[in-house]
């Protein structure tokens, strides 16, 4: 069972527009939330975080917004660069497990001139 | 810190055949996890370590599959005998507390990509 979704397994955008990449989960017991960003090749680098006690998280370009209650967090990239072409993994962090990170699918982000 | 190392960054092997992926874990992080990356099920936790002890290997698909970590500073994955469909990329991350973020930051090696012929 996947705790962590991301139903949307590609997205296309173009450049300078706003991107929303969509996640879901099921366990009430996540505190934290992060986002990942991957390029071919190489291996994912954290992006961004939000605490389970906030709704939004901005840096830069990118910001991520929480709803708990529809247990569903995004993640907004605006504007939208072609350098921002990846794949974007969404992951929480169990409050009974710290140590851990439970990830999504992923959803490949295309971003054209 | 040069991150953490994989090797090799490509296998090619025939069904039936043993597999050893190695990771060097970076310096000073005591969690070393073992991921794999597949299409249907995206980045998939195998097994991880705290301090060099297995914590959770519940992941880690059939008995196959076999991980150890001898020291702090190294790690492998070992397939036998290896399958098809064990085609994928598998990626070793380490982690140290970031208190920013109020979780162990993961940072990932660059992957090992595993054929099975």
């Given at each position: 069972d996947q705790q962590v979704k991301q139903?949307?397994?590609s997205l296309s955008v173009q450049e300078g527009r706003i991107s929303i990449l969509n996640c879901d989960y099921t366990n009430s017991m996540f505190d934290y939330f992060l986002w990942y960003k991957?390029?071919?090749a190489e291996g994912p680098t954290f992006l961004?975080?939000?605490?389970?006690?906030?709704d939004k998280n901005e840096d830069g370009r990118f910001?991520?917004?929480?709803?708990?209650?529809?247990?569903?967090?995004?993640?907004h990239i605006v504007p939208s660069q072609p350098g921002d072409s990846a794949v974007y993994?969404?992951?929480?962090s169990p409050r009974y497990n710290t140590d851990k990170l439970i990830f999504g699918t992923g959803t490949r982000l295309q971003v054209f001139p | 810190d040069a991150g953490v190392i994989q090797s090799p960054r490509h296998e090619v092997t025939e069904m039936?055949?043993?597999?050893t992926l190695r990771c060097k874990p970076i310096s000073g992080h005591d969690y070393l996890f073992w991921y794999r990356q597949t299409m249907m099920r995206g980045l998939e936790l195998l097994i991880y370590f705290n301090n060099n002890v297995p914590i959770d290997d519940s992941g880690m698909p059939?008995?196959?599959?076999s991980a150890k970590m001898p020291n702090a500073s190294f790690s492998t994955l070992k397939i036998q005998p290896s399958e098809p469909r064990d085609s994928a990329v598998y990626f070793c991350a380490s982690s140290s507390w970031a208190s920013a973020l109020g979780v162990y930051e993961q940072f990932?090696?660059?992957?090992?990509r595993l054929t099975v012929l």
């Amino acid at each position: 069972d996947q705790q962590v979704k991301q139903n949307s397994p590609s997205l296309s955008v173009q450049e300078g527009r706003i991107s929303i990449l969509n996640c879901d989960y099921t366990n009430s017991m996540f505190d934290y939330f992060l986002w990942y960003k991957k390029y071919p090749a190489e291996g994912p680098t954290f992006l961004i975080s939000i605490s389970s006690i906030k709704d939004k998280n901005e840096d830069g370009r990118f910001t991520v917004f929480l709803n708990k209650s529809a247990k569903h967090l995004s993640l907004h990239i605006v504007p939208s660069q072609p350098g921002d072409s990846a794949v974007y993994f969404c992951a929480a962090s169990p409050r009974y497990n710290t140590d851990k990170l439970i990830f999504g699918t992923g959803t490949r982000l295309q971003v054209f001139p | 810190d040069a991150g953490v190392i994989q090797s090799p960054r490509h296998e090619v092997t025939e069904m039936g055949q043993e597999v050893t992926l190695r990771c060097k874990p970076i310096s000073g992080h005591d969690y070393l996890f073992w991921y794999r990356q597949t299409m249907m099920r995206g980045l998939e936790l195998l097994i991880y370590f705290n301090n060099n002890v297995p914590i959770d290997d519940s992941g880690m698909p059939e008995d196959r599959f076999s991980a150890k970590m001898p020291n702090a500073s190294f790690s492998t994955l070992k397939i036998q005998p290896s399958e098809p469909r064990d085609s994928a990329v598998y990626f070793c991350a380490s982690s140290s507390w970031a208190s920013a973020l109020g979780v162990y930051e993961q940072f990932f090696g660059p992957g090992t990509r595993l054929t099975v012929l």
